[in-house]
């Protein structure tokens, strides 16, 4: 099992340029997470999906960020347009049944 | 609101110590509580969890305590050694899949 894939590892792009994280999940986990970790602000969820059905974006920070999940093995953030205070780590996570949370490598975004 | 509570932020032991680090959770129904270690750089990785039908959990040096009524739980390491040191996040569920993450803890154990 690959676990859960993140790309890019790294990230820098200019403000208010778009910036799009993907991820695959663990094939047979039925949730996504995307989480985002500062040192401010510790791991946040922004928002997660059921099935490929969003279910909770209470976490999103404004209306910059979207994501999607248009199947089961793949699933993306995009911030437009990106901003230097959304420079952090965005980590995906998956769980199946047994409900423990498998993070993604993360990446690494850096807006200037 | 939905919040999770961690001590400490910080923790520094000698090897070969105990450490203990401290969540309390405010959602009387979360009913699932896992513990993640962070090294630096890395993606958190889940370590032990416990579920409410249970008040203790054990695996080798690590050990998980619940108590429900009064809404804590506890991470219990015993003889300490230097690849230990990390930042531990306790998390807790809330309304079903969603879990909150308490703040860390950076455990740094001296040899």
């Known amino acids: 099992d690959a676990g859960v894939i993140q790309s890019p590892r790294h990230e820098v792009t200019e403000m208010g340029q778009e910036v799009t994280l993907r991820c695959k999940p663990i094939s047979g986990h039925n949730s996504l997470f995307w989480y985002r970790q500062t040192m401010m602000r510790g791991l946040e969820l922004l928002i997660y999906f059921n099935n490929n059905v969003p279910i909770d974006d209470s976490g999103m920070p404004e209306d910059r960020f979207s994501a999607k999940m248009p199947n089961a093995s793949f699933s993306t953030l995009k911030i437009q347009p990106s901003e230097p205070r959304d420079s952090a780590v965005y980590f995906c996570a998956s769980s199946g049944d047994r409900r423990s949370l498998h993070f993604g490598n993360g990446t690494r975004l850096t807006v200037t | 609101g939905e919040n999770v509570e961690q001590h400490p932020s910080t923790l520094s032991v000698q090897e070969g110590d105990s450490a203990v680090i401290k969540c309390t959770y405010s959602?009387?129904?979360?009913?699932?509580f896992p513990w993640y270690k962070q090294e630096l750089g890395k993606r958190p990785q889940l370590i032990i969890d416990?579920?409410?039908?249970?008040g203790e959990k054990k695996d080798q040096r690590i050990a998980v305590t619940l108590n429900k009524t009064a809404k804590h739980f506890s991470l219990h390491i015993t003889e300490t050694q230097p690849e230990d040191s990390a930042v531990y996040f306790c998390?807790?569920?809330?309304?079903?899949?969603?879990?909150?993450f308490g703040a860390g803890t950076i455990l740094r154990v001296k040899s």
């Open positions: 416990i579920r409410s039908n249970v």
């Open positions: 959602d009387s129904a979360s009913n699932y």
């Open positions: 998390a807790a569920s809330i309304g079903g899949n969603k879990l909150v």
